[in-house]
């Protein structure tokens, strides 16, 4: 099981970037899909979330910037980043809590994308 995330880049401020993560593997159902950022020497934090449902949530920093989306016939997460500032910068994480069928049985698994990095330049 793995997280592809590509569509990271160098941007200027104001600027648009979509990311996509696409799972695959052995899985069953993905239940929440979301996207983290960490920019160096701080922690890991949150920017949105998209349940199996559609119903999403957002970081108050990117609230009327961003939008997560997904497609559940592609196992595929998106991010839409608009008006991007320089504080956007940062390696962006995908992020997917599923069941993935293995050899003990079906087990729910937390699975990481490798990241991808944002720079958006003033």
């Known amino acids: 099981v793995q997280l592809q995330a590509s569509g990271g880049g160098l941007v200027q401020a104001g600027g648009s970037l979509r990311l996509s993560c696409a799972a695959s593997?052995?899985?069953?159902?993905?239940?929440?899909m979301g996207w983290y950022r960490q920019a160096p020497g701080n922690q890991r934090d949150l920017v949105a979330v998209v349940s199996s449902g559609g119903a999403t949530n957002y970081a108050d920093s990117v609230k009327g910037r961003f939008t997560i989306s997904r497609d559940n016939a592609k196992n595929t997460v998106y991010l839409q980043m608009n008006n991007l500032k320089p504080e956007d910068t940062a390696v962006y994480y995908c992020?997917?809590?599923?069941?993935?069928?293995?050899?003990?049985?079906?087990?729910?698994?937390?699975?990481w994308g490798q990241g991808t990095q944002v720079t958006v330049s003033s």
């Open positions: 593997g052995s899985i069953i159902s993905i239940n929440a």
């Open positions: 992020n997917a809590d599923m069941y993935v069928n293995r050899w003990v049985g079906v087990q729910r698994h937390d699975q």
